[in-house]
């Protein structure tokens, strides 16, 4: 087996503080902070590696999310996770993309690529089974509550070539600047969340 290199080890401590922090759409749909991490782990590390990432990091929030979900749908956000993880990487590396290269033109656009096909399938997959269980229509669920939150997609996937960027001239230091992005990213969503609830309730 090969020891995982120290910047990949912070990188899944990152995402494993970052996995527990999600915000409900309705229906039993959430939004989270780690698809960044998981994005940046596809590009900056490869896809085998991206795969350990998302299995640990839902793991982890499948033990330390409160209420604690159901088994079954543990599973289900495991399998997801790693079915657009693995989606995402086939796409990055088919396309010319290289471990590490988020700067180049032909890098930027495999990554940019990825991006969009870890979306579609994790929010697709994701409003299929909220439609299953709610009996309501699965594209109604994913226009209405996840199409566009696509530009968080995209927000992350700038924060990654920004990050995987500087850390061929800085080092490991970079990938801390992940964590504010995520923070500030979710404070937004829900501070924008907590005030949309409020105007709906008033009319």
């Known amino acids: 087996m090969m020891t995982p290199s120290t910047d990949f080890v912070l990188w899944v401590i990152l995402a494993c503080v970052a996995a527990p922090h999600t915000l409900n759409l309705g229906h039993n749909a959430r939004i989270s902070t ?3 991490f998981l994005l940046g782990a596809i590009a900056l ?4 590696d991206a795969l350990v990432l998302s299995a640990v990091s839902m793991i982890y ?3 330390v999310s409160r209420p604690r979900l159901p088994l079954y749908k543990s599973l289900f956000n495991l399998g997801n996770t790693m079915l657009a993880v693995g989606a995402a990487g086939a796409v990055f590396y088919r396309l ?3 471990t590490g290269d988020v700067s180049s033109p032909g890098g930027l656009v495999a990554f940019f690529l990825a991006v969009i096909a870890f979306f579609l ?4 997959l994701v409003a299929v089974a909220v439609g299953l269980e709610g009996r309501l229509d699965p594209f109604r669920v994913w226009f209405e509550k996840y199409s566009w939150t696509i530009s968080a997609q995209l927000a992350g996937g700038s924060c990654v070539i920004l990050v995987g960027t500087l850390r061929e ?5 970079v990938l801390f600047m ?3 992005f995520c923070v500030l990213s979710y404070q937004f969503y829900r ?4 005030k949309a609830a409020r105007a709906a309730h008033k009319t």
Not at 45 to 48: E, R, Y
Not at 121 to 124: F, H, P
Request: net charge positive; no cysteine.
């Open 34 to 36: 780690l698809q960044p």
């Open 45 to 48: 590390f490869g896809t085998g």
């Open 191 to 194: 501070l924008y969340f907590s």
């Open 121 to 124: 399938v994790n929010t697709g």
């Open 96 to 98: 010319g993309g290289r």
């Open 178 to 180: 992940m964590a504010p």
């Open 169 to 173: 001239r800085l080092g490991t230091q």
């Open 61 to 63: 929030f499948a033990l």
